[in-house]
């Protein structure tokens, strides 16, 4: 052992990196209601802090190799992006390459972490999870009168309906973390507020006219479900369906389109998925020119107006931009996130973190574009929590450590 690994492994950062998983999950919840875009500087201070403590061991490799030809094949379209960013530090491919390495970081914390420390942590996630849920609740009810008041007492006022849509990006944020924090919750003895972080999906959904979360509340429960009754089979279904997602949303749509059936069906829905629709339709078409190699980073932003910003589907983005190759990367990576699931016995653990992965695709096949700061930095805190919340032990509320060597100590590898 190197004296770098002697240091990373010893009990002062293994406290260290506890700590600061402490103070990024005391954040995590009141950034949820005030301000999502923050998630990326919180979990890049989370990595930087930890980044002695960077590792990437056998069973992490699949996915990052993925991540790694992502970022460089990324990196590489630009020379054929019609997008020009105006400087380099606000090109998201030096963004991406920043965002892996950092976030990675952040999730190789956990490990180090000791025992109590990362205990300690999950109970401040399990309760600011819970604040966020009882915000959104009472913002649902009040129409967001809490954020407006705060906005005005800050002195930067906000109109109602901007207000309403601002908080509703909350409800987002809840439905991802829902599945390690009520996972936290159960673990700690505290299986009601599993309940109440529903309930917040569920009232902020309807109360601030935002529908995608219930697809994804109810898509996460049954994804949950089938991991934990089928422990081997399900993750593998669950992989393979990601895969699926990645790869052939192009196909599906030029096969639906020529049947006629994509038309119908797009006179028949409301008018905000019917626009989702239209970009979907001029993105396959731009696909079709350029299926190899993409048209480059962030190249849907230059093809309006018939695509805003990006295409709304993260299968279609990836492939409209990076083409074949980083539709395959991104495939890998899903389907490894969805084999580290697996089990050889029912866990609710697993069942946690196939909810949290299944709810961050279901969005991002209808809302968010894939290279979102905020977004990609929410799905590291989902992949964060899900682990540190996988580790605790069951019934982690009656359990107190009898001396300073369990203190220090960490938790085995989730699998290896």
Request: positive net charge.
């Amino acid at each position: 052992m190197t004296t770098a690994e002697s240091f990373v492994a010893g009990p002062g950062f293994a406290r260290w990196s506890a700590w600061v998983l402490i103070f990024g999950a005391a954040l995590a919840g009141p950034l949820g209601w005030v301000g999502p875009l923050a998630f990326a500087v919180l979990l890049s201070i989370v990595g930087l802090l930890t980044l002695p403590g960077l590792e990437v061991r056998e069973a992490d490799r699949p996915a990052a190799l993925a991540l790694l030809v992502l970022v460089i094949w990324a990196a590489g379209s630009m020379l054929w992006s019609p997008y020009e960013p105006e400087a380099l530090w606000s090109s998201n491919a030096v963004k991406l390459a920043c965002q892996a390495v950092l976030y990675w970081s952040a999730y190789s914390a956990v490990r180090r972490a000791e025992a109590l420390g990362l205990r300690r942590a999950m109970v401040v996630f399990m309760w600011g999870i819970s604040g966020l849920s009882v915000m959104l609740i009472i913002e649902a009810v009040t129409g967001a009168a809490a954020y407006q008041a705060l906005r005005q007492a800050i002195g930067d006022p906000i109109r109602p309906d901007l207000a309403v849509r601002n908080v509703a990006q909350g409800v987002f944020v809840l439905a991802v973390l829902w599945g390690p924090a009520a996972l936290a919750a159960i673990r700690l003895g505290w299986w009601q507020l599993a309940v109440l972080m529903a309930a917040g999906v569920v009232a902020g959904a309807v109360g601030l006219n935002a529908d995608a979360p219930l697809i994804a509340l109810a898509a996460a429960s049954l994804a949950g479900a089938a991991v934990y009754r089928w422990p081997v089979i399900a993750p593998r279904v669950l992989g393979a369906g990601a895969g699926f997602f990645f790869l052939a949303t192009p196909l599906i749509l030029w096969a639906l389109r020529a049947q006629g059936i994509y038309g119908a069906l797009q006179d028949r829905v409301s008018l905000s998925w019917s626009m989702r629709m239209d970009y979907w339709s001029y993105a396959v078409d731009w696909i079709s020119d350029k299926p190899l190699k993409g048209w480059g980073l962030d190249a849907s932003r230059m093809f309006g107006p018939g695509i805003r910003l990006h295409p709304h589907d993260a299968a279609l983005q990836v492939w409209l931009e990076l083409g074949v190759i980083g539709a395959a990367a991104a495939t890998v990576f899903w389907v490894t996130i969805f084999h580290r699931q697996e089990r050889r016995h029912p866990d609710l653990g697993a069942a946690a973190g196939a909810a949290a992965a299944v709810s961050y695709l279901t969005f991002a096949a209808v809302s968010f574009g894939v290279w979102q700061e905020w977004w990609l930095a929410l799905g590291a805190l989902a992949v964060v929590s899900a682990a540190a919340a996988q580790r605790l032990p069951v019934a982690a509320r009656l359990a107190k450590p009898a001396s300073a060597a369990r203190r220090a100590s960490t938790y085995p590898p989730i699998s290896e």
